[in-house]
């Protein structure tokens, strides 16, 4: 059964910095192509981040290039998120995505609120 864990979320003032994790279980991490997306509130999820199976390819939004950088780590099947230079409006709900044989799956997400 497919697993994806995130974690990292919380509470950080304007300008600070996050690590979020998305632990991943129940299919082969080093095969799949993984994502960053977030939901903030009242609006559509979007795309952070994508990171190729190998970690050899990234890929960012422009508008979230320059404070995000997406790794993976194929022995520890984590995926992680850096965010730096945090704003306000970078509050919402952070999800990992799984892209296996076709077909997207989902963690639960994590939720950063960035605030003074």
């Known amino acids: 059964q497919v697993q994806l864990v995130e974690s990292g979320g919380g509470l950080v003032q304007p300008g600070g910095s996050l690590r979020l994790s998305c632990a991943a279980s129940?299919?082969?991490?080093?095969?799949?192509?993984m994502s960053w997306y977030r939901q903030a509130p009242g609006k559509e999820r979007e795309l952070v981040a994508g990171?190729?199976?190998?970690?050899?390819?990234?890929t960012y939004p422009d508008s979230m290039k320059g404070r995000f950088t997406i790794s993976r780590d194929n022995a520890k099947n984590t995926v992680y998120l850096q965010m730096n230079s945090l704003k306000p409006e970078d509050t919402a709900v952070y999800y990992c995505?799984?892209?296996?044989?076709?077909?997207?799956?989902w963690g639960k997400g994590t939720l950063v609120t960035v605030s003074s």
């Open positions: 129940g299919f082969t991490f080093s095969s799949s192509y």
């Open positions: 990171i190729s199976n190998t970690g050899g390819s990234t």
């Open positions: 995505k799984a892209l296996r044989l076709g077909m997207d799956y």
